[in-house]
């Protein structure tokens, strides 16, 4: 019983009891029950029913929304992801050339991101779009195009649109590839341009693979954080028109909050962390594919 | 010779293209700023003019009023109250659980961390359930507690981040410190602290930003109008039931990001370093 006495056993838990407390009351218990929920009738008022795995049967074989939801935000996903990583990585690549004023671009670029996350900008980007907004009489005195749909609420853009908000805010993408720019030794750049090689090539060749764990750390926490998109799509559409913009997540509040089904709430909760857990494990499996890491040691 | 004139050329012409596309990008912004001195009836008149025809300061005053018989003030106090308190629990417990982590081999030390760096990747929606079930229980909805007391537990990204600043300390600093007889705590609160002050400032800045925008939340847990938030205010009065006052809404807008550009303008470095070497998502 010699660790009893070690001093350190006292102090580290001492140090890290509030966060262990938190560990159990907000993350450890909650997550099994949820998965207990999971498997229940529950709607808050009366106790949980066990009825197995009937919700995720229902889930999959008996929800249209459900699969809906699940498409809606797989295309967001699919889409919004690789266009915001091409235009945060573009940026950053002019912005490394030490264009005049770069410390201000690098700010302007960077806005979007710092404010996109309030309701403020939300609701400003849903008046933007509207039938009557900026973008509809920019494109009238600037093309002559008349314009007279809401792209907010057009069946047809309404998910664009959404997708279009997240793709503005490519800043924190954008800052994270420029300090990996930065790591990359100058003297290769040079080498190649000494050879002869064209900036494109030296750009596919050096740069892009030299860069690529950066971007494929971007690529994950694009892909987790996009599945969980929710305030863009209650706040700009509810979810509407028709479903169309019916993120996965607002799917799960509607059912939990809204219609008090809480047992199927947690089983589509357990549904989006094991298809988070998936797609995370495979951009995994296939990053050494191609993502390069510098092996150590052989210059 | 002609090479490089050519060059030249190309990184002006280049020049333009940036910053042209930087003007594109805060003109949604711009443009909020704008409307917010527009009369509600000039908003969506020629809508994409950046300056007003006309400068209608009154939307400041007409927002501010509120609604429900509440005025903005009280919004901005109860984001503030929410918000400050937020950040205050997430420093003290997540520098706490980093020293821990990074200074004293306790037993069990990885098995937490591990722990920790799982909880890193757990999407939270898995736990709003059984966590609004707690609150429920506790009797705590429509109070600001389910709000602030989760933070006094810390965050696994900010230990994260404190754990890697403080690796970097040199740990002959430790030793020394313990030959000259100063015990764990004291160690901590007198030469640790001190040394740690910019990841401690990331740590604030960021948990300030995200708990001032946060809008999941207070709308989960908040449902009076004298509870709300400024982020729930602003949506109360964009509802599309009622008709909106446009002006004043774009006026109670700008001022709910004063907050958030200040914080930008005093700590920028803080904020793009913390992005830039860790990832933490702006």
Partial sequence: MRWLRNPDLYAGYAFILPWL?????FSLFPIFFSLYLSFTDYDILSSPEWIG?????EMFTDDPRFVKSAKVTLLYVFVSVPLRLSFALGIAVL???KLKGSSILRSFYYLPTLMGGSVAVIVMWGQLFGMNGAFNSLLKSLFGIQVSI????DPSTALGSLIALSVWQFGSAML?????LKQIPASLIEAAKVDGAPAWQRFIRITLPLLSPVIFFNLVMGIIGGFKVFSEGMILTGGGPHDQTLFYVIYLYETSFRFLHMGYGSAMAWVLLLAVCLLTALVFRSSSLWVHYESKGNG | MNTLSNKKVGTFILSIAVWGFAIVMIYPLLWLFSSSFKHTTDVYVLAH?????????ENYVNGFKGFAG???LLFFRNSLYVTVLSVIGTVIASTMAAYAFARIRFPGSSFWFACMMLTLMLPGEVLIIPQYMLFNKLDWINTFWPLIVPSFAGGAFFIFLLVQFMRGIP???????????????HFFAKIMLPLIVPAIVTTAVFKFIWTWDDYFAPLLYLNSAEKATVSLAIKSMADPTMETDWGALFAMSVLSLVPVIAVFIGFQKYIVDGISTTGLKG
């Avoid at chain 2, 003019?49 to 300061?57: E, R, V």
């Avoid at chain 2, 740990?171 to 705590?185: T, V, W």
């Fill in chain 2, 49 to 57: 003019q950046l300056i007003p025809t006309h400068f209608y300061w």
């Fill in chain 2, 171 to 185: 740990i002959e600093l430790d030793e020394s410190a313990r030959i000259d007889g100063c015990g764990r705590f």
């Fill in chain 1, 150 to 153: 809401s792209w907010i609420t």
């Fill in chain 2, 70 to 72: 509440h005025s903005f």
């Fill in chain 1, 176 to 180: 994270i590839f420029l300090a990996g």
């Fill in chain 1, 95 to 97: 912005l490394n050339m």
């Fill in chain 1, 21 to 25: 407390i938190g560990l159990f009351v």
């Fill in chain 1, 53 to 57: 795995l009937g919700n995720y049967k």
